[in-house]
């Protein structure tokens, strides 16, 4: 019988996998984005219609946030993501057979509660294949398949759309999760079932098993114990707020740039398609840009404070340039002052995502980030209601106003909630 055949870095293929499954998710999020101008006209929807819809699949995916990532434990790495997949992409096919806007809510309520798990799966793959020392980089791997994806979404779906209508655009981005699978489903093992696995790579993971960190909470009534617990420091709360404030810019630019630019530039599909995807561009180097940054000014000698507050300033401030994109005569400008604010928004964010594993011990980590998740849903639900009624009532300029102040707010609770940046529970 002939050897079987060990690749190197197995890892990376693994994560490779996960960067196409984050790409999919983004694509399956925004294909409502891109077909919002042509939808709204058919079911003669206003803007705060379309914030209900866009609501639906927040509200969900904040829940999901929650849950997917215990699901996971429950149904191990392959089959939790398996079954993920399989659950949103039906969502999204289901989202083609809409007629109205409260079946069209239904089905992007199933989507957002199917996407959330993504995350939670893709980060116990990387934690599975990926030692302590490289695992950041794992995860900035597979995450850069969101910037990918909200980069080609304008692209791809646009001329489907033009080509066969919004309904084929659900239809044909909903399959795409559906061709990932078998891959997936062949491909993927924990380390030490992997016949592919080198032993170098094996002995690298395995090295690691015997100093695991202590567990968390298990169970609700655990978990809920342990939150209590944990909102008594002012550092969580301000982790929960500076979410709660900065991350409605992003599903502001991913759920509303198309209708805006269809609604007060004119802009047709082909214009979507062939002038959107500028804004998000920057955002496939911006994770590691702000990464890097607090990195090497910690490895400079600064304080953890000192450095992720410099870099969540710096880029805080970059994303006032959503001010003036409703003002500004020249659709290039505007399409340039949305891309920094994004750009600026993704090197800001991965400093927040990071900010639990600064205050609380490694078994604390997840449960913070949820906290923190949460807040992030609960302000961009709240912050979706206010664009469609202001929408309707004016325009998109004060909204643009609105999106410019948020990082200001976002900073207020970095500096005077959340005060000095430092472990304020020990292991």
């Known amino acids: ?143 850069s398949g969101s910037g990918v994806g909200a980069m080609l979404a304008p692209i791809i779906i646009a001329q489907v759309i033009i080509w066969g209508g919004w309904r084929v655009s659900f239809i044909v981005i909903g399959t795409l999760g559906f061709l990932w699978l078998p891959l997936w489903w062949w491909f993927y093992r924990s380390p030490g079932e992997h016949p592919w696995i080198s032993d170098e790579e094996l002995q690298e993971i395995e090295a690691e098993k015997g100093a695991a960190p202590t567990k968390g909470a298990v169970g609700v009534t655990a978990m809920l114990r342990e939150w209590a617990a944990l909102l008594k420091y002012r550092q969580i709360w301000g982790v929960f707020l500076i979410r709660f404030f900065s991350d409605s810019i992003l599903w502001f630019y991913i759920q509303w740039l198309p209708k805006y630019f269809a609604d007060e530039r004119g802009y047709s599909m082909q214009e979507i398609r062939d002038k959107l995807w500028i804004v998000f561009l920057p955002t496939i180097f911006a994770v590691m840009l702000g990464g890097a940054a607090s990195s090497w000014l910690i490895r400079r000698g600064w304080s953890v404070d000192r450095s992720r507050k410099t870099v969540m300033l710096v880029t805080g401030l970059l994303m006032l340039s959503s001010m003036p994109v409703g003002v500004v005569e020249s659709d290039l400008v505007a399409l340039l002052l949305s891309s920094t604010a994004l750009l600026a928004f993704y090197a800001y964010s991965v400093n927040t995502l990071t900010l639990p594993a600064d205050l609380v011990p490694s078994r604390l980590v997840a449960s913070v980030s949820g906290l923190s998740g949460m807040g992030a849903g609960i302000g961009s639900v709240c912050f979706t209601f206010a664009v469609g009624r202001i929408a309707d009532s004016f325009s998109f300029t004060p909204v643009f106003f609105l999106v410019g102040l948020l990082p200001l707010l976002s900073l207020v609770m970095l500096f005077f909630v959340t005060g000095r940046i430092h472990r304020v529970i020990e292991e």
Do not use: H
């Open 1 to 143: 019988m002939a050897a079987v055949r060990k690749i190197k870095n197995l890892k990376w293929w693994i994560c490779t996998l996960l960067f196409l499954a984050t790409l999919v998710n983004y694509l399956d999020r925004q294909t409502l984005a891109v077909a919002t101008p042509e939808i709204a006209r058919e079911f003669a929807l206003n803007n705060q219609d379309v914030a209900l819809i866009n609501n639906a699949f927040t509200a969900a995916y904040t829940i999901g946030q929650l849950l997917m990532g215990r699901f996971v434990d429950i149904l191990g790495t392959k089959v939790g993501f398996a079954f993920i997949m399989v659950f949103w992409s039906a969502a999204g096919l289901l989202c083609s057979t809409s007629r109205g806007a409260l079946s069209l809510s239904v089905y992007r309520f199933l989507l957002g509660l199917g996407e959330a798990g993504n995350w939670p799966v893709s980060v116990k793959a990387v934690s599975e294949w990926f030692p302590a020392k490289s695992r950041s980089i794992g995860v900035a791997y597979f995450s």
